[in-house]
């Protein structure tokens, strides 16, 4: 592989047309999309919620509803940041050929990847704070610390639209996106804390989800859903944040190289 | 005159496979410069390392003045490109994939928008304004392609065959526009699959094939320097048989293709009056064109 592939990221503010382009194609289709960002994450919140909730006392140390809800805003993130950048990322790298018209014009790959990244990263702010909305007028958060939750889809966002890049740089075809979700997304969202606390697990598996992005982000939604300052906040946040800025890397090296032909 | 594409031993390998093999290139400013060659010659990949989107294996290329991949960006400032795929921008009306693009630029909304009117109107797509991309045909575009390319104004357009798959009306229409586009004085690098349309358009041509340049010219000099000037086509169930007994007597080269048999010629009178009197043979007389040179230097056989 040619070293050039290696450089760091070249960053400039070119990318903002990009996402500009993004923003109109979404206003475009917002009705349907802000509804499809929330009717899985609710109807899943509120069926477990009130269904388990009535048989579960509480849970750490809070309704089922309420810890269920920190955990559905943080899924949802991920889903919305997820599919973007898989799906739609692909499509527009390889089925509609936006990024090539793109990169004839002074844009750089660079910006073309890392406004993919912040794309996406704003359809998971887009998701988290309708999820939230619904949250707040169920009353089952009160606090103002929730407001956190805002910047902390922002962040998750960026970490799995990262993530998720990578797929999108080695997919040969959108058949290839059901291993990611089947053996990243659905394990994470089983393991990490969204309807139970990973304490429950067996410790090996406990040290699994601790490795995996959405436990750090579950562990700083959950206190601060709640008005609490998250225990390790910094760590957690570090995390997320050397997912999304290595993930981004690498995402990049293998964009560059796939697109060298 | 000033080379505003310029390349010295350009050379590119993928796994092995030597794609362009030591290319020199010098386009000059005004010229319409026509790339030629069967598919997997090097064309596109001999473009998209004169655009700067991919760096040479060993070679340079200046691109305005400035060396490229390093300062492709700056370059392509004032470069449009037509791709060979349409690009498109299917979720956007006409009007706003020129909108969008010009923004890649660095230009303003309110530049853009004073743009927009005589974009649409050299492509014939005024009434068009606010259609949707999948609504318009295929030749509408190919047209706002090339009026996307424009967008910002650019002093070298580049394009990759252009009019390929485009009905008859839809390519008389882009020729036009291209020859427009020449008169203004802007400097246009087009590959083409049609010879018609290389012959038609292009100042200079290049002939491409492995990797290299084997031929370049104006289309007149590339047929005086290649080829006998007449050529007779010789049709008909028997006319291998002829080729074999008759052909070498009156034509200094000739090659059977199937039932037709391609005789070039200095001077045609002998072979067509002893064609006239064979009753089983059908023929055509022609003066000499780019497609014989093309088939001459590239050869028959099928490259994919």
């Known amino acids: 592989m040619s070293t050039q592939y290696f450089a760091l990221p070249r960053l400039s503010l070119r990318f903002f047309p990009i996402w500009r382009r993004h923003w109109l194609v979404w206003k475009k289709i917002a009705a349907p999309s802000i509804l499809g960002h929330l009717a899985d994450p609710v109807i899943y919140m509120l069926g477990l919620g009130y269904g388990l909730g009535s048989l579960l006392p509480e849970m750490g140390g809070m309704s089922y509803m309420a810890f269920l809800a920190a955990g559905t805003v943080c899924y949802s993130t991920m889903n919305s940041a997820s599919f973007e950048a898989l799906y739609s990322g692909f499509a527009r790298m390889h089925e509609q050929r936006t990024w090539e018209a793109i990169l004839n014009t002074p844009v750089s790959l660079d910006d073309v990847v890392l406004s993919e990244i ?7 702010l887009m998701s988290g704070t309708a999820v939230l909305a619904v949250i707040w007028i169920l009353g089952l958060s009160n606090s103002l610390m929730s407001l956190w939750m805002i910047p902390l889809a922002l962040l998750i966002g960026l970490a799995f639209a990262a993530i998720g890049l990578i797929m999108t740089a080695l997919a040969p075809a959108y058949d290839f996106f059901m291993y990611y979700f089947t053996l990243v997304i659905t394990p994470m969202m089983l393991l990490c804390g969204v309807f139970f606390p990973v304490t429950q697990l067996p410790e090996s598996m406990q040290l699994v989800a601790g490795a995996l992005p959405l436990t750090h982000a579950i562990d700083l939604a959950r206190p601060l859903m709640s008005g609490a300052v998250p225990p390790q906040a910094l760590t957690h946040i570090a995390v997320l944040l050397a997912y999304a800025l290595v993930s981004f890397y690498v995402s990049l090296v293998l964009f560059r190289r796939r697109l060298s032909r | 005159m000033s080379a505003v594409i310029r390349a010295t031993g350009l050379q590119k390998s993928y796994g092995g496979n030597r794609v362009v093999d030591g290319l020199d290139l010098s386009i000059h400013r005004g010229e319409c410069f026509g790339l030629l060659g069967p598919n997997g010659a090097g ?30 960006r700056e370059a392509r400032i004032r470069v449009g490109v037509v791709p060979q795929m349409d690009n498109l921008d299917p979720d956007f009306t006409v009007a706003e994939n020129l909108l969008v693009y010009g923004r890649y630029f660095g230009m303003q909304d309110s530049e853009i928008e004073a743009r927009i009117p005589s974009l649409l109107e050299f492509a014939s797509l005024t009434s068009k304004r606010d259609a949707k991309v999948p609504t318009l045909s295929g030749g509408m575009k190919r047209r706002l392609t090339l009026a996307r390319a424009l967008v910002n104004d650019p002093d070298v357009i580049f394009l990759d065959e252009p ?12 020729w036009q526009r291209l020859r ?12 083409t699959h049609f010879m018609d349309e290389a012959e038609r358009l292009c100042h200079r041509l290049g002939v491409m094939d492995n990797g290299k340049l084997i031929s370049q010219g104006t289309p007149r000099e590339l047929i005086e320097q290649n080829i006998e000037p007449q050529v007779v086509e010789v049709f008909g169930e028997t006319s291998g048989q002829w080729a074999n007994e008759h052909a070498a007597k009156f034509a200094q080269r ?18 067509v009056a002893h064609l006239q009197a064979q009753n089983e043979l059908r023929y055509l007389h022609r003066p000499a064109n780019l497609e014989d040179v093309f088939l001459k230097l590239t050869g028959r056989e099928m490259r994919d």
Not at chain 1, 118 to 124: F, M, N, Q, R, V
Not at chain 2, 47 to 72: E, K, S
Not at chain 2, 163 to 174: E, F, K, N, S, V
Not at chain 2, 180 to 190: A, I, V, Y
Request: net charge negative; hydrophobic share 45%; aromatic share 6%.
């Open chain 2, 180 to 191: 427009e586009l020449t008169q203004q004085g802007k400097t246009l690098l087009l590959t």
């Open chain 1, 118 to 124: 912040l794309w996406a990263a704003t359809k998971s």
């Open chain 2, 43 to 72: 064309k596109t990949t001999t473009l998209r390392m004169l655009l700067g989107l991919i760096a040479p294996d060993a070679g340079t290329a200046m691109l305005l003045d400035l060396p490229v991949p390093q300062a492709a």
């Open chain 2, 254 to 271: 000739f090659e059977v293709s199937g039932e037709s048999v391609f005789c070039y010629v200095q001077n045609a009178q002998p072979l």
């Open chain 2, 163 to 174: 009019t390929t798959g485009l009905d008859p009306q839809a390519r008389h229409l882009i």
